[in-house]
């Protein structure tokens, strides 16, 4: 049982390039999260799912787009990288309609130049 | 929006010693309240949460009080060990609305020998 994966764990990018992050979750979730982690800030939320077929934006959202492409796997997409990207990245999911009781992915390192 | 704020920044304990993290809330709204610990190179694992119909819930030396009068919510750990050794998140929010769980910026809890 793997619980949430995430692909790749580091990438370097440069300003302009496009990138996927890829999460899947073998957990049999409803809910699918992406958070971006900045030192000082904490998580913010970027973009939530609450079930396959439908995407919400969350605190930070600018920048990005989703794919639920199923039930296991929710996708965040780069368009056109920006330093300010520059992040540590954390897909999460959860079995409660409320939201409460997350699992974290182990994080993707995302640096771009 | 809700606002958390979370101290002290860094701890040091001494092993067998007790360690208090406290945070504080704005929104009157929120009604979950949970601790994450995350290790170096790990993403964030829940460890305990509290909701806002009761004060105060343990597991074995993990303890979590509310207070809603003051906003405030604090993580108590009993008998540290090395291993707690971590930063620790609270966060915030209302439950039924992912976009409304809002994270403290972390605490990093070191445990001597």
């Known amino acids: 049982n793997a619980g949430v994966t995430q692909t790749p764990k580091f990438q370097v990018l440069k300003t302009g390039q496009s990138m996927t992050l890829q999460c899947a979750q073998d957990m049999n979730h409803n809910s699918m999260y992406w958070y971006r982690q900045d030192p000082g800030m904490g998580l913010r939320l970027i973009y939530y799912?609450?079930?396959?077929?439908?995407?919400d934006k969350g605190e930070v959202p600018n920048g990005y787009n989703v794919s639920r492409l199923n039930k296991r796997e929710f996708s965040l997409r780069l368009e056109s990288a920006a330093p300010s990207q520059t992040s540590v990245y954390f897909c999460?999911?959860?079995?409660?309609?409320?939201?409460?009781?997350?699992?974290f992915g182990q994080g993707t390192r995302l640096t771009v130049v | 929006g809700e606002n958390v704020e979370q101290h002290p920044s860094t701890l040091s304990v001494q092993e067998g010693d007790s360690a208090v993290i406290k945070c504080t809330y704005s929104d009157s709204a929120s009604n979950y309240f949970p601790w994450y610990k995350q290790e170096l190179g790990k993403g964030p694992q829940l460890i305990i949460d509290?909701?806002?119909?009761?004060g105060e819930k343990k597991d074995q030396r993990i303890a979590v009080t509310l207070n809603k009068t003051a906003k405030h919510f604090s993580l108590h750990i009993t008998e540290t060990q090395p291993e707690d050794s971590a930063v620790y998140f609270c966060a915030g929010g209302n439950t039924g609305t992912a976009s409304k769980l809002t994270f403290g910026t972390g605490t990093r809890l070191q445990v001597t020998l």
């Open positions: 799912s609450a079930s396959e077929g439908t995407t």
């Open positions: 999460a999911s959860s079995s409660r309609q409320d939201h409460t009781e997350a699992f």
């Open positions: 509290i909701r806002s119909n009761v």
